[in-house]
């Protein structure tokens, strides 16, 4: 098999490495910049700190600062109107993955015109627009260096995926420092959602020997720091740990895809409005339990790179393990079920066949190592109801 591998073209990895922005748009060659980022972002003093960098240099910036968490073809268009109107030649995304999903969007649409939906999977992007260097604030959906975005359509409530080469950032800026400010349930819930692509990436049907390094190695520092990040939001090296693992991970995952819990977790985004970590965290452990039997010596794995097999222990075992850590880690981390979230239990089963139809037509579910018909979806949504 020959894995195709995407990821940015330049990155600047550590604590402080912010100050790199004018040196790397410089060495790209951007001089004009849209930079997209969010209203807390720039009431925070982050975004602050990003321009003074590029005060005193000839880079000549603007910002866009109307993302919105779950972002929407709404502001996107708005987004990109501007992008394609102003004479800008790049893009800045500061912020989480909404603010990086945003700029990628506002990039494909500036480029090829028509309706955000028509570039949804599997449509093909016909052509890239102008460069992303991205810069995340939060450790979590590693969109810094992957080549998807989600998109809510406004019309429909639809989270779409929309992927390809146009959506990869040219360059990602990571710097665990800018999430030492995260509070405790931005940060279990961007750190589950991190560690959802890693466990998905490595049973994924599409991993392959390149991935599989990047995915274990995202979930050893994830799973060994999650619990530390969340209890003391100062430690650096548990921001750090799980930076890096959160990058790693999108690496993992951009190249080798997500599976059933982010195909099912969408849905329940869209229509209840679920932060995207926490709707995934409701269904993995139940979801690992329903995938497992079809990929034991690989869920095996996942629990062996987490730390926390057993020397020697069989697949079933160590397989068992991994689903008493994911449980505990929800415990842990105070994950509620959909009903304890307050999701009313008669929208939840009215919606279960369009969710799980949903679900299929994302591709995603096609890469679990049991590929589940549209019933056993609505089974699966009950099962984690609550
Ligand atoms: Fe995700």
Known sequence: MIATITTPRLMAVGGGALAELPGMLQRLGLARPLIVT????????????????????????????DTVPDPTTAVVEVGARLLAEGGFDGLVAIGGGSSIDTAKAMSVLAANGGQMRDYKVPAEIPKGGPPLVAIPTTAGTGSEVTRFTVITDTATDEKMLIAGLACCPLAAIVDYELTLTMPLRLTADTGLDSLTHAIEAYVSRRASPYTDGLAKNAMGLIARHIRTACAEPNNRAAREAMMLGATTAGMAFSNASVALVHGMSRPIGAFFHVPHGL????????????SAPAA??????????????????????????????LRQL????????PHEWGIDAGRYEELLPVMASQALASGSPANNPRVPTADEIITLYRRVYG
């Open 296 to 325: 034991l010596d690989r869920y095996a794995d996942c629990a062996r790179s987490m730390g926390i097999a057993e020397e020697g222990e069989g697949s079933q075992g160590t397989v068992a393990r991994l689903l008493d850590e």
């Open 38 to 65: 969010d209203p807390y972002i720039r009431g925070c003093g982050i975004l602050e700190r990003a321009t003074a960098l590029l005060d005193g240099t000839h880079i000549r910036w603007e910002v866009f600062a």
């Open 279 to 290: 709707s995934n965290a409701m269904l993995l452990p139940e979801i690992t339990a329903f």
């Open 330 to 337: 929800n415990q842990d981390l105070k994950v509620p079920t």
